[in-house]
Nanobody, 121 residues
Framework: QVQLVESGGGLVQAGGSLRLSCAASGSIFSINAMGWYRQAPGKQRELVAV???????NFQDSVKGRFSISRDNVKNTVSLQLNSLKPEDTAVYYCYVESRSTLYSNYRGVWGQGTLVTVSS
C-alpha cells in the first residue's frame, strides 16, 4: 500500500503565498503522475496541477502563472507553490499519486487526506 502525507495548508491573506508538500511512501516501484486537486465547499473536486513522469505539467487555467508544481523522483515528493492567492482559491487541497508496486503491476491512484487552504480578502 501507498501512503501520502500532506503538509503546508493554512490561512493567508489575498496576495500571499503558501507551499504545499506531499510525500509518498510504501510499496512504490515507480510513480507516474503526481498532482494536486482541490475541492471548495459545495463544489466538485477539480484538478489544480499535475506532473507526469515524462516531465509534462498541466495546470487549471485559473491558476496558470500563479501556481507551480515540482516533484522529487528520488524522495517521491510533490510540492505545489501557491502565489498571488485569491479568496476563490480557498479549498481543501488533495495530493494525488499514481504508482505501481512492481514492474508488472498496473498504476493505481491514491489520495492524500487533504489540507485546508483559506485565503482571506
Amino acid at each position: 500500500q501507498v501512503q501520502l502525507v500532506e503538509s503546508g495548508g493554512g490561512l493567508v491573506q489575498a496576495g500571499g503565498s503558501l507551499r504545499l508538500s506531499c510525500a509518498a511512501s510504501g510499496s512504490i516501484f515507480s510513480i507516474n503522475a503526481m498532482g494536486w486537486y482541490r475541492q471548495a465547499p459545495g463544489k466538485q473536486r477539480e484538478l489544480v496541477a499535475v506532473s507526469t513522469s515524462g516531465g509534462r505539467t498541466n495546470f487549471q487555467d485559473s491558476v496558470k502563472g500563479r501556481f507551480s508544481i515540482s516533484r522529487d523522483n528520488v524522495k517521491n515528493t510533490v510540492s505545489l507553490q501557491l502565489n498571488s492567492l485569491k479568496p476563490e482559491d480557498t479549498a481543501v487541497y488533495y495530493c494525488y499519486v499514481e504508482s505501481r508496486s512492481t514492474l508488472y503491476s498496473n498504476y493505481r491512484g491514491v489520495w492524500g487526506q487533504g489540507t485546508l487552504v483559506t485565503v482571506s480578502s
